[in-house]
C-alpha cells in the first residue's frame, strides 16, 4: 500500500508563513508528479501548485510570487513554501502524487489533507 501523510498545517494571522510537507510511503518504485490542491468551505477543490520529477513547477494564478513548490526525491517528499498568507487562502490543503508500485503502473494518491487558517 502506498500513503501520502501531510504536516506543517495550522493558525496563522495574514502575512505570515506556513510550511506544509507531504511524503510518500509505501510500495513505491517511481513518483511522477506531485501536486497540492486545496478545498475552502463550499468551494471546489483547486490546483495549488505542482512540481515534476525533474523540478518543472506550474501554480494557480492566486498563489504566484507567494507560495514555492519543492521535492526531494530522495526522501519521496514535495513541499509547499507559503509566504505572505491571507485570509483567502484558509482551506484543507492536499498532497496528491501519480506513484507506480510496479514499472509503468501509475496511479493517482491523496493525502488524508491538512488545515490551513489565516486570519485577518
Known amino acids: 500500500q502506498v500513503q501520502l501523510v501531510e504536516s506543517g498545517g495550522g493558525l496563522v494571522q495574514a502575512g505570515g508563513s506556513l510550511r506544509l510537507s507531504c511524503r510518500a510511503s509505501?510500495?513505491?518504485?517511481?513518483?511522477?508528479?506531485m501536486d497540492w490542491h486545496r478545498q475552502a468551505t463550499g468551494k471546489q477543490r483547486e490546483l495549488v501548485a505542482g512540481i515534476t520529477t525533474g523540478g518543472n513547477t506550474n501554480y494557480a494564478d492566486s498563489v504566484k510570487g507567494r507560495f514555492t513548490i519543492s521535492r526531494d526525491n530522495a526522501s519521496d517528499t514535495v513541499y509547499l513554501q507559503m509566504n505572505s498568507l491571507q485570509p483567502g487562502d484558509t482551506a484543507v490543503y492536499y498532497c496528491?502524487?501519480?506513484?507506480?508500485?510496479?514499472?509503468?503502473?501509475?496511479?493517482?494518491?491523496w493525502g488524508q489533507g491538512t488545515q490551513v487558517t489565516v486570519s485577518p
Open positions: 496528491n502524487a501519480k506513484i507506480a508500485s510496479r514499472p509503468y503502473a501509475y496511479y493517482n494518491y
Open positions: 509505501g510500495r513505491i518504485f517511481s513518483i511522477d508528479a
